[in-house]
């Protein structure tokens, strides 16, 4: 059965650290393409950033270009968001989604990210 | 970067079948794109990749009841027979090099 399953959210101030990861299972992890996906609460689907299979390539909105950073270990089937400087706005449900050829096809179930003082 | 467009709400009976609308812009309507299905408190889940011709691929799983067609810009979602579960919100999501494309979704209510 494949699977991503998030982690690492929680409560944080603003201005702090956070390190989000997504654990696959179930398929060929090496062959997709891996990204970031938010939901602020109420609101719609958000692309933030997104990584090729082999991490040989990465993308960004521009909206977290300096703070957000993608990564992945293809040996332990994981990818990662480190998140800098955290701000109110970011406060979101984080999801980890994955594609072989465009549409993002394979979801997590998300993590919860709140950002307040 | 271009834009998805989708109507913020549909509504259907139980029983019947309704059809949501994502419009590409005019400078990408012949892109391909996935349609995701998020039910209330969930995350998404992909249902369909659909192409420019109108041609389809149902993820694994996804009843034969959803399916997909296209027309110009115009990218459709048709679900038949409807169920209680398939009231939530519908996403159409697109890609281009480098980034990836979301509509602001459809919140469908089943009557």
């Known amino acids: 059965q494949m699977q991503l399953v998030e982690s690492g959210g929680g409560v944080v101030q603003p201005g702090r650290s956070l390190r989000l990861s997504c654990a696959a299972s179930?398929?060929?992890?090496?062959?997709?393409?891996m990204h970031w996906v938010r939901q602020a609460p109420g609101k719609g689907l958000e692309w933030l950033t997104g990584?090729?299979?082999?991490?040989?390539?990465?993308y960004h909105v521009d909206s977290v270009k300096g703070r957000f950073a993608i990564s992945r270990d293809n040996s332990k089937k994981t990818l990662f968001l480190q998140m800098n400087n955290l701000r109110i706005e970011d406060t979101a449900v984080y999801y980890c989604?994955?594609?072989?050829?465009?549409?993002?096809?394979?979801w997590g179930q998300g993590t919860t990210v709140i950002v307040s003082s | 970067q271009f834009a998805l467009t989708q109507s913020p709400s549909a509504s259907a009976s139980l029983g019947a079948s309704v059809k949501l609308t994502c419009t590409l812009d005019?400078?990408?309507?012949?892109?391909?794109i996935g349609w995701l299905q998020q039910q209330p408190g969930r995350g998404p889940r992909y249902l369909m990749r659909?192409?420019?011709?109108?041609?389809?691929n149902r993820g694994d799983g996804i009843p034969v009841r959803f399916s997909g067609s296209s027309s110009g810009a115009e990218r459709y979602l048709t679900i038949s027979s409807l169920q209680s579960e398939d009231e939530a919100d519908y996403y159409c999501?697109?890609?281009?090099?480098?980034?990836?494309?979301f509509g602001g979704g459809t919140k469908l209510t089943v009557l």
């Open positions: 989604a994955g594609d072989t050829s465009g549409p993002l096809d394979i």
């Open positions: 659909l192409n420019g011709d109108g041609s389809h």
């Open positions: 990584i090729a299979h082999d991490g040989s390539n990465k």
């Open positions: 179930g398929f060929i992890f090496r062959d997709y393409a």
């Open positions: 999501q697109t890609w281009d090099t480098g980034s990836v494309i």
């Open positions: 005019s400078g990408h309507s012949d892109f391909a």
